[in-house]
């Protein structure tokens, strides 16, 4: 279930503000509390600039996905869907126009020396992994917005490179007040310093990388109060 992206952060939040202020500490002493409420706004700021870019959230949601029906006019065959958000962690509900379509089980051990046959195979329903779910042995009709789909999705903790990413991105902005607006600086002996401007350094860039959705899934999502949420579940569909 949605709570924390990592111990000590607001919800939403890529990491926390000991962590931020371990990172500006330079010295032996600790990094003084006078911006704790100025830092606190950098890392919900940071986090929502950085989740932006990647197209996507990632602290653990119940969400509630609409998709059109891909299946046709031939009878019941698997239709194969890509979650809009994951890693997907657990499934709640699947209805297809109007009919709640059932989980296919695993399969229970098999006596000694009898084979055992998946029941992936052998049974009609749904079933996920990360990344997709199938429906089986249900007509699926091409019509548009009737499968619905209630599931959790995100990291309950925050991965280290996202953490790593956005700790750095508070640092930069939080040193940067001192010269907001500065393109070039004169220094001592005619020497001139040069200040970046991009959004974020290359380094930032290549630690959330990985992560980022490029072209995002086509189809209806929102949040979901609660993974049993009927109200909002029986609105939907």
Known sequence: MGNVASSGASFGDLTTLADVKAWLQTGQSAFPATDDALL?????????????????????????????????PLGPYDVRYQFAA???TAVNLVV??????????????????????????????????????????????????????QYTAGYVVTPPELAQACIELVALRYRERSRIGEVARAIGGGE??????????????????????????????????????????????
């Open 40 to 72: 606190t706004r950098l890392i919900t700021a940071a986090s929502q600039f950085i989740q932006t870019w990647l197209n996507r959230q990632i602290a653990s949601q119940d969400w509630i996905e609409i998709r059109d029906g891909l299946g046709g």
């Open 86 to 88: 994951f890693p997907v």
């Open 96 to 149: 297809v126009d109007g009919l709640t379509i059932p989980p296919i089980l695993a399969s229970p051990p098999a006596p000694a020396g009898v084979g055992v046959v998946s029941t992936l195979a052998s049974q009609s329903g749904y079933f996920f992994t990360p990344t997709q779910f199938v429906i089986r042995g249900y007509v699926v009709p091409r019509k548009a917005g009737c499968v619905t789909v």
């Open 192 to 237: 001139t310093v040069s200040y970046s401007q991009k959004d974020m350094s290359d380094s930032i860039k290549t630690l959330i990388q990985q992560y980022r959705i490029v072209a995002p899934v086509a189809g209806f999502l929102m949040p979901a109060p609660t993974q049993t949420d009927t109200a909002t579940l029986a609105g939907a569909v």
